[in-house]
């Protein structure tokens, strides 16, 4: 393999991980890391944190913990900070998500106290459901924009950092596909300084962090990072973005369970999704356009790994079905069911059911953990635009104008992992292995 050398900046002082919306994920992610640090709790769920990936040769017994190799920032170094509606400090917040313990949240409440709510660029006409008083005013988007740009800044000098990352923690807004106004930077700065109706708080966020080459991850399904003028912008501020929302529940398990079938030839007549879910997120999706956005980038993730087009036979007419109900008594306890209709050797039906109890936010918090610190890492090895390979992270990848996504989640783990080995200066891996059997696979 030819291998490029990657000079990768050291992670020296302090990273300040912002979030949009301080929530019931963003607190999470908060409490579990001061916990982590104080020695109170493990991050289980974290590839950054936990992850072990094999370094060379198989017979070189090199399995490291990705953390050794890999200039990562250290934990302690992380400081957060964050923008909300709500007037709540995380401490308040994390109290009213109800998704930790309270006599955990006892154990860290000066450090949680301290992160208190900037205030939000916001907009009823994209979140309906929910209404808050912690909100930013200005005579256009731009100005708006302006002052996000600001309190980064701010941010960095009042808590000594050197660096900071963006993953958008808000709620999910009312779907809304791409227009003209967000077909380059120069339309879609023309549109903030015209206050735009189709650029929205999210979108307004993404380009105040390019701007401030801060790297932006997007954890819901708004659409942002997937508009050409964000990756227009990203490559002009030489910014790494990616997204678009976490990839937790039951569409972690989806990308688990349909390459299986796929690999095996296996077809499938439909697959039906439901679930119920009590949290704040919850009762903004049960609002149809924010809900639509959610359907979108959950729908995508069959129609890529069941191709129509490679298996016609297989795969033609799958009737996907995804339904979200709001149900208050379960909290952030989301309960999926997924019933998905088979067909094996001569066509004979069968069928699998999978239910799922899982905890939205104890899923959701590694992952934005693991892409704050990547999105940092490969700010430093001078990374620009689109990061595919942090694809395995999200239900919808967002991947370069007419390249395909990966949603097979072991090939996004292979792709996460050989990019990481590429950062290292270590060898790709291909799992050929004929070497291993005395064939020349041609390598240099
Ligand atoms: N938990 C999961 O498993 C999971 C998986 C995939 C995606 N997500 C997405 O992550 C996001 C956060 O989920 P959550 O459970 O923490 O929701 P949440 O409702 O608890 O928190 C979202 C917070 O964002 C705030 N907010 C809304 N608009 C804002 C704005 N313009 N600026 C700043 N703050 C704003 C809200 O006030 C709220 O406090 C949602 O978009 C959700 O769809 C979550």
Redesign the pocket.
Known sequence: MTKQKINIQPPKGKLAILT???????TTLYAGVIAVNKGISKPIGSHTQMGKMRLGKRTENRYTLVKDVVPLANLKDVVFGG????PENAYE?ASH?KVLDQNLLEQIKPELSQIKPMK????KNF?KR?D?SNVKTGKNKMELAEAVRQDIRDFLKNNHCDRAVMV?????EVYTPATAVHQSVKSFEEGLRNNDPAIS??QI?TYAAIKERVPYAN????VSVEMPCMNELAQEMKTPISGS?????QTLLKTVLAPGLRNRQIGVAGWYSTNILG???G???DDPGSFKA?EVTKSGVLEDIFSKEHYPELYSNISHVVRINYYPPRG?NKEGWDNIDIFGWLGYPMQIKVNFLCR??I??APLVLDLALYSDLASRAGMKGIQEWLSFYY?APVAKQGLKSEHDLSVQLLKLENTLRFFTNEEIINHLGLTYYGVDEGEE
């Open positions: 949009p919306g301080m929530g019931a994920v963003a923008w909300d509606i709500f917040a998500a939000a660029v916001f907009d979140i929910i808050g958008w923690c808000g709620s999910t708080p999210s966020y954890g819901s399904p708004n929302d976490f990839k937790t529940g949290n704040r997120d009762e903004v999706l959610k952030d939205d936010s899923l959701a239900k």
